[in-house]
């Protein structure tokens, strides 16, 4: 009786694809014995199974082995080769949500063009590989001084793709500052203003990229719609080869199935849910394709992200290869839900009109994205700036901000900025206030206007529903 090994290694993305394979592949064939080390996917209910081996674990599978899958981790295919078998690879695929990005692909390419391993893309592919494999008798042990084409073969591989510009990753994680709160609360005119420091681009609220740039194909803050602007065709074509390689459908309907409030237990904890890991993975995946091509395209060090809503925070948190710094923007509660009863018009849509929101659902969403995105401070870089201090004193804010930023603390930074005039260019933002269609000069003042048009019974029953975040961020009855 032959003895199959499948790994899928210890990445966080599940590789459902194929353990369900080997599951299915160890139903077919119970003349032989197949085990299954399965990590974060579904549990195979066929053969024996492991969701995680240590190395001394994997290990002695590999001796007692007569074939070996593996996905594309260089470590276990170095493994494999030393025990004297020829792995057969399949990679995971990032489209698939099975990993963060195509090295792997990459890499089995390679080395299989190298006759280090068999690469097999498809697991429909697997059954003929494996009965040729399991025909061939083990080879004689590889090692480092006997087999220049083995073990010594796979590292110069792996030093060339690591050492290849193409293929390597930025020395540096890639620095976003998320621009966090409620909505009306002055965030676009901060982000404008960020937007002019060197060595940072402002891209709006990406959250909505998906439906209202890629789908809807609204127009970006440039006045060019979404399909049309030169940017974000050349962040598509870096990070997916084209954007029309996406369905804009698939895409929202991803977004919504892992990305809103509700989700937030699972968000903390996928395991809780397989279908919902499944979903996270591959959403993960796909953001961090997009924010290192907009770092690519823009040449920008740093990004900002005004999306402000607090559980995209917490998915951009988990993406491996971001540093996240938040910067969490407030408003007196009674002002921004007297904002959200106003109808505000967007442009970009055909002047179809912004939501409005009742003061019980405004004061609401205020507690919630507050307290969430603020708890998120006690795990990455966080700065508080309240509306009213910005408005009041821009400069010292803004130099605040910038040094938060990692961007710079002198004031020559902020030439852009005379007194409480802001002077602006074009920008690449796929959603927001209307304010991100506006260049050239912006004068920056408080908007007070709630406290003669708010009534004051609404006035009161908003202060009820958030007094003591209310009081947590400095503002009372009387607040100036």
Not at 119 to 134: G, N, R, Y
Not at 356 to 366: F, N, Q
Not at 442 to 459: E, G, K, N, V, Y
């Amino acid at each position: 009786m032959s003895r199959i090994l499948v790994t899928v290694g210890t990445d966080f993305h599940p590789f459902q694809r194929l353990v369900d394979w080997a599951d299915d592949y160890a139903r077919r064939h119970p003349e032989h014995e197949m085990f299954i080390q399965y990590g974060t996917a579904r549990p195979p209910v066929n053969g024996e199974r492991s969701r995680l081996l240590d190395h001394s674990q994997l290990q002695t599978e590999i001796a007692r082995a007569d074939a070996v899958i593996c996905h594309g981790g260089p470590a276990t295919i170095t493994d494999i080769r030393r025990s004297g078998l020829v792995p057969i690879c399949i990679p995971r695929d990032p489209d698939r949500g099975e990993h963060i990005d195509g090295h792997q692909q990459r890499f089995a390419q390679r080395i299989a063009a190298a006759g280090i391993v068999t690469s097999v893309s498809e697991t429909a592919d697997l059954d003929a590989e494996v009965e040729a494999s399991l025909t061939h008798a083990r080879s004689q042990s590889l090692d480092d001084s006997a087999s220049p084409d083995g073990v010594l073969r796979i590292r110069e591989l792996i030093a060339e793709l690591q050492t290849s510009p193409a293929e390597s990753p930025a020395s540096d994680p890639l620095r976003i500052v998320y621009i966090g709160g409620q909505g009306r609360s002055g965030t676009t005119l901060l982000e404008r203003a960020l937007g002019e420091l060197p060595g940072v681009v402002g891209v709006g609220e990406t959250v909505h990229l998906w439906d209202r740039g890629l789908r809807d194909d609204d127009l970006c803050g440039c006045g060019k719609p979404f399909g049309s602007c030169p940017f974000w065709q050349d962040v598509g074509e870096t990070a997916f080869g084209g954007w029309d390689s996406l369905d804009a459908d698939e895409a929202v309907a991803l977004r919504f199935a892992v990305d809103r409030n509700r989700y937030v237990p699972f968000m903390l904890r996928p395991g809780l849910s397989p279908s919902y890991q499944r979903r996270h993975a591959q959403y993960l995946g796909r953001i961090a394709r997009l924010y290192h091509a907009i770092a690519e395209v823009s040449g920008a060090r740093t990004i900002i992200d005004s999306s402000k809503h607090a559980s995209y925070a917490l998915m951009l948190a988990q993406v491996p290869g971001i540093e996240l710094r938040v910067l969490h923007v407030v408003r007196d509660s009674r002002a921004v839900a007297h904002a959200w009863t106003k109808n505000v018009a967007r442009p970009e849509a055909g002047g179809i009109p912004m939501p409005v929101y009742g003061p019980a659902k405004a004061a609401v969403l205020w507690d919630v994205q507050n307290s969430i995105i603020e708890r998120l401070g006690h795990h990455h870089p966080y700065l508080r700036v309240r509306y009213e201090d910005f408005v009041e004193a821009p400069k010292d804010s803004l130099l605040a901000v910038a040094g938060f930023a990692g961007v710079a603390d002198d004031a020559d930074v902020l030439q852009f900025l005379d007194g409480d005039t802001l002077t602006v260019g074009p920008s690449h933002t796929v959603a927001g206030n209307p304010m991100r269609f506006v260049s050239g000069d912006i004068t920056i003042r408080s908007d007070q206007s709630w406290r003669d048009d708010m009534p004051t019974s609404r006035r009161r029953f908003v202060s009820a529903l958030t007094l003591p975040l209310q009081r947590h961020y400095g503002y009372g009855p009387r607040t100036p």
